[in-house]
């Protein structure tokens, strides 16, 4: 049984090959980080917003499960680990910059907020006399 070889990203060499281009070239922010927007395989449902590093994108690769960055805790945070709700991953798409990525997921174990409920967009911004307010979303 031989070695997986560890996953390498393409250098951003020219507009062209980010936009048009076969080559995974993810460009991470000045933290070294890009946000990760998960969804919900099936049904499309939002269900958190997250950051990954290089780090945490190739471990993402190498297991089929959702790893991110906590900004809060400074640590690599592979999600489902200590609470049991996995995210296996369908599909990793990226935007045209290659600077943004939607996570299409199966999300396993219950929710995935750590509210304990389905989705971390639980909640409506509306507006009412000039204030901002925030209703439960259906």
């Known amino acids: ?9 393409a250098a951003r060499e020219s507009k062209q090959a980010i936009e048009e281009g076969l080559l995974f070239a993810p460009k991470f922010d000045e933290h070294g980080l890009m946000p990760a927007f998960a969804v919900d395989s099936e049904t499309g ?13 190739k471990m993402t690769l190498e297991l089929g499960q ?5 900004r809060s805790r400074n640590q690599l945070w592979h999600k489902g680990a200590t609470s049991g709700e996995f995210q296996e991953i369908i599909d990793i798409r990226t935007d045209c910059d290659q600077d943004a990525l939607v996570l299409r997921v ?3 174990g219950g929710g995935c907020c750590h509210t304990k409920r389905p989705t971390c967009f639980y909640r409506v911004v509306k507006t009412a006399d000039g204030e901002a307010l925030l209703e439960p979303a259906l």
Do not use: D, G, R, T
Not at 1 to 9: D, L, N, V
Not at 50 to 55: C, L, P, R, V, W
Not at 66 to 70: F, H, L, M, R, T
């Open 1 to 9: 049984m031989s070695a997986k070889a560890p996953i390498a990203f």
């Open 66 to 70: 959702a790893v991110y960055w906590s």
């Open 106 to 108: 199966k999300q396993h």
């Open 45 to 57: 449902a939002p269900l958190m917003l997250a950051y990954m590093n290089e780090q945490s994108l």
